[in-house]
């Protein structure tokens, strides 16, 4: 069995889910900012409260747990040296901001939790993109691996 292969294949897997909650979390914060807005009933706004608890414990922060364990041990296969190349300082980077967002939609979370949510609609629709460039940038690099 070929370690790096198996490692690189559960890395990008942990990627993807990871991705996906750090795409879909904001979008329940649109429509749970909007609700409230609304004065929606108080059966919807803990659906949302439940949806958006569920998708951070049970599905992003083990995919993002795994993305690092996993991104880490495939540095470890293909060499400490590689730190030295541009390429994998740029992802490194890249890869940290996606982390702070992570914990920052956790922030906000706790705040949707404690009806203190203090962000419009909007602001959520626009810090939906960031994971997205993220996303686009991560992924030229790690195809390009510029030296
Ligand atoms: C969480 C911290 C992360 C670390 C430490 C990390 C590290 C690594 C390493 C060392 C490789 C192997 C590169 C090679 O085989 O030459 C790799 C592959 C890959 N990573 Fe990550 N990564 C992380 C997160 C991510 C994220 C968030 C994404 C996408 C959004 C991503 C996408 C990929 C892709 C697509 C590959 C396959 C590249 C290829 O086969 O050439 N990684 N990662």
């Known amino acids: 069995m070929n370690a790096y292969l198996l490692f690189k294949s559960i890395h990008l897997i942990a990627v993807i889910s990871w991705m996906a909650g750090l795409l879909y979390l904001p979008r329940i914060f649109v429509y749970h900012s909007e609700a409230v807005a609304n004065n929606k009933s108080e059966d919807l706004i803990s659906t949302f409260k439940i949806m958006e608890r569920r998708l951070f414990i049970y599905i992003m922060n083990p995919a993002m747990i795994m993305s690092w364990v996993f991104g880490i041990l495939l540095i470890y296969i ?42 419009s609609p909007k602001f959520y629709r626009i810090i939906n993109e960031i994971p997205t460039i993220l996303l686009i940038g991560i992924i030229l690099i790690v195809v390009f691996k510029p030296l």
């Open 78 to 119: 293909i060499g400490m040296d590689n730190f030295s190349s541009i390429w994998l300082q740029l992802k490194l980077v890249f890869v940290i901001i996606l982390t702070i967002y992570h914990f920052f939609l956790l922030q906000c979370l706790r705040k949707f939790t404690e009806n203190i949510n203090s962000f």
